[in-house]
């Protein structure tokens, strides 16, 4: 391999809007002549986010996906050996698009193994922040949110124009906080794109194109299944749009079902086409999309499958 390959990680929280924001990312890099693949790096066996990303699928981008559902080290063994084959695709950037419970330093380890360090270049970190951050997370999500921002060139803020001046103000905070209580040294002031997302200029992208990224210590902790973080999935779910809502809002709110982040997937609807379904505390959405298939993913801390599926079992 004769030049060194670009490789960016979007990461963020559960519900944060990586695959969102990716597409628009991805479709930058094409608008520049860029040839790129994804790599789309999820927690658990099902990966709905690839079905978002098909219509990126073409001549100038390839899809890619590691399946979660394994411990760390085997999850580290399969994001290595993907990479090393998307190496040999002559891609001039690879997007990482993790879960939303990913730590970020498994990026940089498995980047300095050979021969990875020989074929990729790191280029950017940017993660992705809901602009109304929940105040009330875990202690261990709030570590998840410092490692996930710690060492980004750039954290863009999602869903900027739903919020207020004082909401976001309240989300830099939060982020700051975090960082001290992993007793990190970093703290955010102009590292952040408060822009609503539709008005992104090209100057914007370039901008983002070129943070780069930044290297910063802080206490760690262990990551994966250990820390109550699991995911329930159901098949063949249907029911019509309005049920699915009320049903969706109330096993959120339920405590009995655990501490649920977010619930995404799809399903039919009643005309015959598909539904995405992406619903966490802050939103619920429900609109049409050309293509799909009949899965619905629960994930959250500390789930209680047996409560989860008596919203599903309703008559």
């Keep these: 391999m004769n030049r060194m390959v670009k490789i960016d990680l979007i990461t963020g929280f559960l519900g944060a809007g990586k695959t969102t924001f990716l597409k628009k990312y991805a479709q930058y890099w094409m608008e520049q002549g860029c040839q790129i693949g994804i790599l789309e790096n999820d927690y658990g066996a099902v990966n709905v986010d690839m079905m978002l990303l098909q219509d990126l699928e073409g001549e100038q981008c390839e899809l890619e996906m590691v399946a979660g559902a394994c411990d760390y080290d085997c999850h580290k063994r399969r994001f290595k050996s993907k990479l090393i084959s998307m190496g040999m ?32 270049e790191i280029g950017n970190v940017i993660a992705i922040v809901d602009a109304r951050l929940e105040k009330n997370l875990s202690a261990h999500s709030e570590y998840l949110l410092a490692c996930q921002t710690a060492n980004a060139g750039l ?24 960082m001290e209580k992993v007793q990190c040294r970093r703290r955010f002031e102009k590292e952040i794109l408060t822009k609503d997302w539709a008005q992104l200029t090209k100057q914007d992208f370039e901008q983002i194109a070129s943070c780069g990224y930044v290297l910063e210590n802080y206490v760690k902790q262990q990551v994966y299944e250990e820390n109550g973080y699991t995911s329930l999935y159901y098949m063949n779910v249907r029911m019509p749009e309005q049920e699915l809502r009320a049903r969706v809002e109330r096993m959120m ?10 619930i995404k997937g799809f399903l039919m609807a009643e005309n015959g086409g598909w539904l995405e379904l ?24 500390q789930l209680n499958e047996e409560a989860v599926n008596r919203y599903w079992a309703e008559k």
Excluded at 89 to 118: A, K, N, Q
């Design 89 to 120: 695709c002559g891609y001039d950037r690879v997007l990482v698009e993790p879960s939303g419970i990913y730590d970020v330093d498994e990026f940089f380890d498995t980047l300095c193994e050979e021969p990875l360090d020989r074929w990729y």
């Design 155 to 178: 954290v863009v803020l999602s869903k900027s124009q739903e919020a207020t001046k004082e909401e976001m103000q309240s989300t830099l905070c939060h982020l700051n906080q975090a």
């Design 253 to 262: 709110e339920d405590t009995a079902c655990g501490d649920i982040f977010r």
């Design 278 to 301: 992406n619903a966490t505390h802050d939103q619920i959405s429900i609109r049409p999309i050309e293509k799909g298939q009949e899965v619905l993913i629960v994930i959250g801390e």
